[in-house]
């Protein structure tokens, strides 16, 4: 009976709407279209390419990934990798790095590394989020230069509908009613709109069992492998990064390594069949998840419904003019921004305001998202360093009686206040007992053993008796294990 209503938590998102799953659904495939057939163009390979990888991965992911609602397809930081290597090698070599890009993805969750996850703070994540929202509005800009003014009129009533419909009524997503309503006007009224039979070839069969034909030798490998890691991780960072969204968005938990094996099956799966690797996409899972989508079920009918609209409904999916994909968008990118965080800038620690700046700039100026990610946990670990160095302190008292100076230490020393503790100490005191105490203190690397075994030593020197008291368990087998030094003496 638990097992039963836990499938159908997944399945349903807990809400047991299956309309609102299925219009979510449906809503994320129009989302999905225009930026899969972008980053097709970047990756250097047909949009039937990015079309099929991402029926392909939405359909395996469905059952394989540990983040329900989560909508994952061909786009993003993936498509940049990969066109250094379609560009230099063709398309079979991208297949192969596609394989092993799942191959790896796979190994990587069964390692569990989604634990690495761990170090990306919440002032990077802002800064991903908004940085999203930045490049998915600014991607749409290119469909708004050079076009007649009736482009902007239709983006306009687009995103009336958008905005304006879900207070009259919410029973059918309003992005839905966007294309259905503008694609109605284009052809009832014919002007000179781009339609999405503008943007690129479209599949016209169902997808089939393809092998990269390629050299089975370790020259391939050689070739492929570091474009297949960079891929692999580009993928997983992307999505342990949207999956976390959609945590906070729904208060609920997901499988991070769940989702790792997941990718990597669905990648493996999409190689096999023709198709360039993906990762989750954050603008589309936020739709899915803004207009109801909760479990498996919207991002199962988001894989199908496209290659529904691919395949069966090509003749009309080619007349849908992309004003109304860049008004689903621009909603997207709008609904995707973390808007508090401007205020935040100024309310937050300014080490914090600087990480999120600096994630956004780092990914707006380069395009990878990866970048900024790597940039802000960066300089969140060294931030931290600071503030955790700056706790450290060291006060020095002489007892006259016994002649003895004693030394407190309060804090962590480590590799980054390790220093800071060293020169704390005068080297060249004149009593004839220096007690350092550690019970307020802890040990936590070589670096910081080293520095006390340093002091300890160049006071010994001076003729100095050297007491270290109060080391705690922990600290104490490190002493022991990496320095000279006798606790009650050195």
Same mark, same amino acid.
């Given at each position: 009976?638990?097992?039963?209503?836990?499938?159908?938590?997944?399945?349903?998102?807990?809400?047991?709407?299956?309309? @609102?799953?299925?219009?979510?659904?449906?809503?994320?495939?129009?989302?999905?279209?225009? /930026?899969?057939?972008?980053?097709?163009?970047?990756?250097?390979?047909?949009?039937?390419?990015?079309?099929?990888?991402?029926?392909?991965?939405?359909?395996?992911?469905?059952?394989?990934?540990?983040?329900?609602?989560?909508?994952?397809?061909?786009?993003?930081?993936?498509?940049?990798?990969?066109?250094?290597?379609?560009?230099?090698?063709?398309?079979?070599?991208?297949?192969?790095?596609?394989?092993?890009?799942?191959?790896?993805?796979?190994?990587?969750?069964?390692?569990?590394?989604?634990?690495?996850? @761990?170090?990306? #703070?919440? #002032?990077?994540?802002?800064?991903?989020?908004?940085?999203?929202?930045?490049?998915?509005?600014?991607?749409?800009?290119?469909? =708004?230069?050079?076009?007649?003014?009736?482009?902007?009129? =239709?983006?306009?009533?687009?995103?009336?509908?958008?905005?304006?419909?879900?207070?009259?009524?919410?029973?059918?997503?309003?992005?839905?009613?966007?294309?259905?309503?503008?694609?109605?006007?284009?052809?009832?009224?014919?002007?000179?709109?781009?339609?999405?039979?503008?943007?690129?070839?479209?599949?016209?069969?169902?997808?089939?069992?393809?092998?990269?034909?390629?050299?089975?030798?370790?020259?391939?490998?050689?070739?492929?492998?570091?474009?297949? $890691?960079?891929?692999?991780?580009?993928?997983?960072?992307?999505?342990?990064?949207?999956? #976390?969204?959609?945590?906070?968005?729904?208060?609920?938990?997901?499988?991070?390594?769940?989702?790792?094996?997941?990718?990597?099956?669905?990648?493996?799966?999409?190689?096999?069949?023709?198709?360039?690797?993906?990762?989750?996409?954050?603008?589309?899972?936020?739709?899915?998840?803004?207009?109801?989508? @909760?479990?498996?079920?919207?991002?199962?009918?988001?894989?199908?419904?496209?290659?529904?609209? =691919?395949?069966?409904?090509?003749?009309?999916?080619?007349?849908?003019?992309?004003?109304?994909?860049?008004?689903?968008?621009?909603?997207?990118?709008?609904?995707? !921004?973390?808007?508090?965080?401007?205020?935040?800038?100024?309310?937050?620690?300014?080490?914090?305001?600087?990480?999120?700046?600096?994630?956004?700039?780092?990914?707006?100026?380069?395009?990878?998202?990866?970048?900024?990610?790597?940039?802000?946990?960066?300089?969140?670990?060294? !931030?931290?360093? !600071?503030?955790?160095?700056? $706790?450290?302190?060291?006060?020095?008292?002489?007892?006259?009686?016994? %002649?003895?100076?004693?030394?407190?230490?309060?804090?962590?020393?480590?590799?980054?206040?390790?220093?800071?503790?060293?020169?704390?100490? %005068?080297?060249? %005191?004149?009593?004839?007992?220096?007690?350092?105490?550690?019970?307020?203190?802890?040990?936590?690397?070589?670096?910081?053993?080293?520095?006390?075994?340093?002091?300890?030593?160049?006071?010994?020197?001076?003729?100095?008796?050297? /007491?270290?008291?109060?080391?705690?368990?922990?600290?104490?087998?490190?002493? %022991?294990?990496?320095?000279?030094?006798?606790?009650? /003496?050195?």
């Amino acid at each position: 009976m638990h097992s039963l209503s836990r499938t159908r938590s997944e399945w349903f998102g807990g809400l047991g709407d299956l309309r @609102r799953e299925v219009l979510a659904g449906m809503v994320g495939t129009f989302a999905l279209i225009p /930026e899969v057939i972008a980053f097709s163009f970047v990756a250097g390979v047909d949009p039937e390419v990015g079309l099929f990888a991402s029926f392909v991965i939405g359909i395996v992911i469905a059952f394989t990934g540990g983040r329900p609602a989560m909508i994952s397809g061909a786009a993003g930081s993936v498509a940049l990798v990969a066109a250094a290597l379609v560009r230099a090698h063709g398309l079979d070599y991208l297949l192969a790095a596609t394989l092993l890009a799942g191959a790896f993805q796979l190994v990587f969750g069964l390692l569990r590394l989604d634990v690495l996850m @761990r170090f990306v #703070s919440s #002032s990077v994540r802002t800064g991903f989020v908004n940085a999203l929202a930045i490049l998915i509005f600014s991607a749409q800009v290119p469909q =708004m230069l050079g076009v007649s003014w009736h482009t902007y009129a =239709m983006i306009a009533v687009g995103l009336a509908i958008i905005y304006l419909l879900p207070r009259v009524t919410q029973a059918v997503p309003s992005p839905l009613v966007c294309i259905v309503v503008l694609t109605a006007i284009s052809l009832l009224l014919p002007m000179p709109l781009h339609t999405v039979a503008d943007l690129g070839r479209l599949p016209s069969s169902l997808p089939s069992l393809v092998l990269p034909h390629v050299p089975l030798a370790w020259t391939t490998l050689g070739i492929i492998a570091p474009y297949a $890691l960079a891929m692999a991780v580009v993928g997983l960072l992307e999505s342990m990064m949207t999956a #976390s969204v959609v945590d906070e968005l729904t208060d609920t938990t997901s499988s991070k390594a769940q989702e790792c094996r997941g990718l990597g099956l669905a990648n493996i799966a999409a190689g096999l069949f023709g198709g360039i690797a993906g990762c989750g996409m954050i603008g589309q899972t936020v739709g899915n998840v803004r207009y109801g989508g @909760r479990g498996r079920l919207s991002t199962l009918v988001a894989g199908l419904f496209l290659l529904v609209l =691919m395949v069966l409904l090509r003749p009309w999916v080619a007349q849908v003019p992309v004003a109304a994909l860049v008004a689903i968008m621009i909603m997207v990118s709008i609904s995707t !921004f973390s808007w508090r965080s401007i205020r935040e800038i100024v309310r937050h620690p300014k080490t914090s305001s600087v990480v999120m700046l600096a994630t956004v700039m780092v990914t707006v100026a380069t395009s990878d998202l990866a970048a900024g990610v790597v940039v802000g946990v960066l300089l969140s670990g060294v !931030f931290f360093a !600071f503030k955790v160095m700056r $706790l450290m302190s060291v006060t020095s008292t002489y007892d006259a009686s016994a %002649d003895t100076r004693i030394y407190r230490v309060t804090g962590q020393i480590f590799f980054a206040s390790a220093e800071m503790f060293a020169d704390a100490f %005068d080297l060249r %005191d004149t009593a004839r007992t220096v007690r350092i105490d550690l019970a307020a203190a802890h040990f936590w690397d070589v670096t910081a053993v080293a520095a006390l075994q340093t002091v300890a030593t160049k006071m010994r020197r001076h003729g100095v008796r050297v /007491e270290v008291i109060g080391l705690n368990e922990a600290s104490a087998t490190l002493v %022991d294990r990496h320095a000279t030094l006798v606790h009650a /003496e050195a």
